[in-house]
């Protein structure tokens, strides 16, 4: 399992950017994907979810309404819009999955937000 984790970078409060995340090495559309994020000093959090067939999503509560996660089957890739950023989005994200009964996790991608 292989998961490769693009989009960041630093952008302005307000600013919007999208995350990708490459997947190979399974069969992406039988398993479900997640987009967590780690601040300096925090915990690692559940940002996103999405289920196989990309027809239910669930948001960390700080971020519905902002962040969309989505899924492309056919591109083996899963995706996170993130629009109206704020300082506190700052953080490492990573994508993750958990197939064949075991966690994998991409290295991440560094968003910093700040003017």
């Known amino acids: 399992v292989q998961l490769v984790e693009s989009g960041g970078g630093l952008v302005q409060p307000g600013g919007s950017l999208r995350l990708s995340c490459a997947a190979s090495?399974?069969?992406?559309?039988?398993?479900?994907m997640s987009w967590y994020r780690q601040a300096p000093g925090k915990e690692r959090e559940l940002v996103a979810g999405?289920?196989?067939?990309?027809?239910?999503?669930n948001y960390l509560d700080s971020v519905k309404g902002r962040f969309t996660i989505s899924r492309d089957n056919a591109k083996n890739t899963v995706y996170l819009q993130m629009n109206s950023l704020k300082p506190e989005d700052t953080a490492m994200y990573y994508c993750?999955?958990?197939?064949?009964?075991?966690?994998?996790w991409g290295k991440g991608t560094l968003v910093t937000v700040s003017s």
């Open positions: 999405i289920n196989s067939s990309g027809g239910s999503t």
């Open positions: 993750k999955t958990r197939a064949y009964g075991m966690d994998s």
């Open positions: 090495g399974f069969t992406f559309s039988l398993y479900p």
